[in-house]
């Protein structure tokens, strides 16, 4: 199986921050990838597929890049919705793995 | 607007089947461009993919599960189901059920999830 490792597990940063989450793969996995944000008891919202597209509707100071194994979220100016839990999911191959997920919380 | 909504028993007995269904409303579960999947959630921790079908009835497992899973597609109702065996407490999470993107396998559109507790 593939491993997704995400970093930091938790951030703490203010309104108006530029803040990168970091997701690294045991092994290549060319851009499958996709990011995803969950808030409290709400389902996952898919924010990036193919590690930099943006999926319709979601707001461009999200933004995703990396191939290989390492890929990166940004977020360029953190707005209040945004403080939730981020999980970097690969689409290389089976199984479906998810990152242990990013906790993103106000400074 | 496609919508999906899991639906099924909230309280399951260790050993028993966990059995759930997702209705898919605003759109064809037969969309070739589509597929869907079953993910799930324990209390307070990450997401666990469990498995995904095409419309065709082709079917991709997560091997940690997959003794104890089944995955069904009734084209007819417009639903597709998950059968999970054998049911302990560390199978008690939060079920959701989402659509798969042919072209890019990433999830776009899911349920609201429904709570599962295993317990006697």
């Known amino acids: 199986d593939i491993q997704l490792t995400q970093s930091p597990s938790f951030l703490s940063s203010s309104i108006g921050d530029r803040v990168t989450i970091t997701c690294r793969a045991s092994?290549?996995?060319?851009?499958?990838l996709a990011w995803y944000q969950q808030k409290p008891g709400k389902a996952p919202n898919l924010l990036i597929y193919a590690a930099s597209t943006l999926q319709s509707g979601v707001p461009s100071r999200f933004s995703g890049s990396g191939s290989g194994t390492e890929f990166t979220l940004t977020i360029s100016s953190l707005q209040p919705e945004d403080f939730a839990t981020y999980y970097c999911?690969?689409?290389?191959?089976?199984?479906?793995?998810f990152g242990q997920g990013t906790r993103l919380e106000i400074k | 607007q496609l919508q999906l909504q899991e639906s099924g028993p909230r309280l399951v007995k260790p050993s028993e089947t966990l059995s759930l269904t997702c209705t898919v409303s605003?759109?064809?579960?037969?969309?070739?461009?589509?597929?869907w999947g079953w993910i799930r959630q324990p209390p307070g921790k990450g997401l666990e993919w469990i498995e995904s079908i095409y419309y065709s009835g082709s079917t991709y497992y997560n091997p940690s599960l997959k003794s104890r899973v089944t995955i069904s597609i009734d084209t007819s109702k417009n639903q597709f189901s998950l059968k999970l065996s054998s049911v302990t407490a560390a199978d008690t999470a939060v079920y959701y059920c989402?659509?798969?993107?042919?072209?890019?396998?990433?999830?776009?559109?899911w349920g609201q999830g429904t709570m599962v507790t295993v317990s006697s």
């Open positions: 999911q690969q689409l290389n191959s089976y199984p479906i793995t």
């Open positions: 605003g759109g064809s579960i037969s969309d070739s461009s589509y597929y």
């Open positions: 989402a659509r798969v993107v042919v072209a890019y396998d990433a999830f776009d559109i």
């Open positions: 092994q290549g996995i060319s851009s499958y």
